[in-house]
């Protein structure tokens, strides 16, 4: 299929686009885009300090953590709602008055669909995240009891029909709402989900060691780092499921048209590793309707002949499907994702 039907450019015209694999000089950013902020480096505090910062998250995550278990026994979910609602408010507002409001997150490029702010409004912008990191510490009981029903699956038939065809299955998702909440929810509705993360596997906190007692599935790690591919290939061909971000700057890139001026730079990771493994591709986004009320949506898995077509085609084809599971949320996209889209002028070389 010729890619001018997807707007993609000729391999010839995308080649004469890469000059290095890093830039020699800054690129030329449009002040009206957050891009450049977006990559600018954090600052980081000295080593000594950063360490001090960890010891005390991990202490504090090791006494709170039972005891969110603990209330978990004993309360029913609208007490422990009301209970916790103050403290992560409270935190929203601290977090609100010492970074400001909400940063801008949605491209220029797209029409935002109309609709209320939503919860990025104001100081308190956090307030879902901290509410849901509650989820964090009960992973072995989202299926059971007064969780269960408050998640909702659709699309779930595309990956039990790819499992019931002996088919690897890899999930393509986004930074994008609870996205840290997609494994523990998969998990709940039976299906051994992990997520492949950048970095290395020493590198794994002991707060995340922490949590990774109480998950389901215990013979399957949560994530699997970049040093651990060979682990997680077997863990795909042995019925598991993979979930690969498609919006992250790492590893081989390809620039998407998406409007006249505008590109989408995804990575080609997952559409390669799906090729080579003969595995269903499948877009998938978790996005939060309500206080602690959560939906996982999965479109159609990307047919198998545009699969083994070009990275450019394919790559456009899993970002067709992959919008529409995120135009109708615009208080749920991140900076990542919306960072994705850049300016053709203002776009770093690419990585080949």
């Not at 591919?229 to 390809?254: C, E, K, P």
Request: aromatic residues 8%; glycine residues 8%; positive net charge.
């Amino acid at each position: 299929m010729h890619l001018a039907r997807f707007g993609c450019r000729t391999a010839a015209a995308n080649q004469a686009r890469i000059a290095y694999d890093r830039p020699l000089r800054p690129p030329k950013i449009a002040a009206e885009t957050w891009y450049a902020r977006f990559k600018t480096p954090a600052v980081r505090m000295p080593l000594p300090a950063q360490a001090t910062v960890d010891r005390v998250s991990d202490l504090r995550a090791r006494l709170v953590a039972p005891v969110l278990r603990g209330l978990d026994r004993i309360l029913p979910a609208s007490a422990l709602f009301a209970a916790l609602y103050p403290v992560a408010w409270g935190r929203a507002i601290l977090h609100g008055l010492a970074k400001g409001g909400p940063p801008e997150a949605w491209p220029s490029c797209l029409d935002r669909p109309a609709g209320p702010a939503g919860n990025r409004s104001g100081r308190w912008y956090r307030l879902p995240v901290y509410l849901n990191r509650f989820f964090e510490v009960l992973p072995d009981r989202l299926p059971t009891g007064k969780w269960r029903d408050r998640c909702q699956f659709i699309g779930l038939d595309h990956v039990r029909d790819a499992i019931r065809d002996g088919q690897p299955v890899i999930l393509a998702f986004a930074h994008f709402g609870p996205f840290g909440q997609l494994r523990n929810w998969l998990r709940a509705a039976g299906l051994p989900a992990a997520m492949l993360v950048g970095g290395k596997a020493r590198t794994r906190s002991q707060l995340l060691r922490l949590k990774d007692r109480w998950a389901l599935f215990p013979e399957v790690p949560p994530s699997y780092y970049q040093d651990q591919m060979s682990a997680a290939i077997r863990h795909l061909h042995s019925g598991g499921i993979l979930a690969m971000a498609m919006d992250v700057d790492t590893g081989r890139q390809v620039d998407l048209p998406v409007r006249p001026g505008w590109v989408f730079r995804m990575p080609t990771g997952p559409v390669r590793l799906a090729r080579q493994h003969q595995a269903a591709l499948v877009p998938c986004a978790i996005s939060t309707p309500g206080p602690w009320r959560f939906q996982v949506e999965m479109g159609a898995p990307i047919p198998s002949p545009t699969l083994r077509a070009s990275d450019p085609e394919a790559c456009a084809d899993l970002l067709a499907r992959m919008l529409p599971l995120l135009i109708p949320y615009p208080p749920q996209w991140t900076q990542q994702l919306a960072g994705r889209f850049q300016r053709e002028d203002d776009r770093c070389p690419k990585r080949g």
